[in-house]
DNA sequence: AGGATTTTGTGCGAGATGGAACAAAAAGAA
DNA sequence: TTCTTTTTGTTCCATCTCGCACAAAATCCT
């Protein structure tokens, strides 16, 4: 007995999902990322996923059911990325190679540049909701963790001279990939980004 | 032949006004910084001026245009602010007095902290909107050079040692100052901020 | 084939949102 | 006092937004 394509999952009654859940939560968050939460609609949403409303709502629950679940794949993604791009190498490498990735991600949508989704959409609704505030702060403390052990690695490596305090080195790195993300937002160019991320690199290597 | 008080300024005719002008647009700014433009409703709006919609309309425009006027009051009291908070002293008082400055706007709200307007509301509205865009990337290029101007100063005065570039120590600089704001909204307490702020000020001045 | 189950698709409704119309209120001028 | 001007306040309107109801479609099971 096989399975369809469409809609592969081990239900066995039922007319078939006309949707891959992953792909549309990506579709999902294309639309979020775009215009925040607030400034997109379910309709926006529904045209951006090729899905109804009543089947997005079955799928995924309501609008900000549907948000937290884009805001904690887009976490996830971003977390687990940064461990490799951090991983091997020179501090300088590793950094540059972080920033690089990053950079990828904020121009990853083709008509624009869209920077970080926490950046670009969460820190607005974060005032007004206390789940959207708690993940986006959980985020910030695993990033800063990052950057700290790599960078105290690098340090007990002999990379760093002086006597540096690898959490405040952390502080830089993490606020100068957010001000590459708010400047991605903003119309800056790709390449005038690397550049700052080459010029903070320098300073945080020597 | 004396003026009135309610509504002082040199009309000659017809009822006065119930509100001034500068009061209503912070207050409509404050509306805006707690839960975003898109988010921000224009009866949320009245609630906040005590002034009606029609009211509102005649002074100010539609709602994004009440929008502009505030994101352009905003910038220019956070350049003139930091003109201020910058000059004089050693680099790292000025850094430091700049950073406390930032982290009283920041938390001057009372019910809780809203950090940076640009970062919390105008990020998220400028990939949609390219006059807000030009804006926001206008102020960063005006903060930027506010930072390198300062940092050239010290260098030259011989405040710091080694061969450094003030565009990079201002990225960092900059840097900083976001991810202040970015934690601020997203509930970081101030004393951590104040932590934060002092630990790169450390990096920063060496 | 009929029944059960799951998903899609259409239409409807309540409430929210931004804008407009216009009468009433409050002032100055003649 | 009447007229003119500016502002406020109330109401109405068109459209948008989100949620729900439910019939139809597409599958599996008996």
Redesign the pocket.
Known sequence: ????E??V?T?????????DPDVALQRAMDAFWKSGY????????AHAT??????L???F????DLYLKALRAYWGFKLATMAKTLAGGTLGEALLRTYDAALTVYFSEEEGARGCFVVGTAITESVDDPEIREIVATGFGALDRLFVDRIAQARDAGELTGDVDPAALAILACGTMQTIALRARAGFARETLWGIAQKAVAVICR
Chains 1, 2 share one sequence.
């Open positions: 007995m096989e399975q369809k469409i809609g999952d239900r066995t009654r039922g007319r078939p999902r006309a949707y607030s400034g997109t609609s379910l309709d926006d949403i090729g899905m109804n409303r009543p089947s709502r079955a799928a629950g309501d609008k900000r």
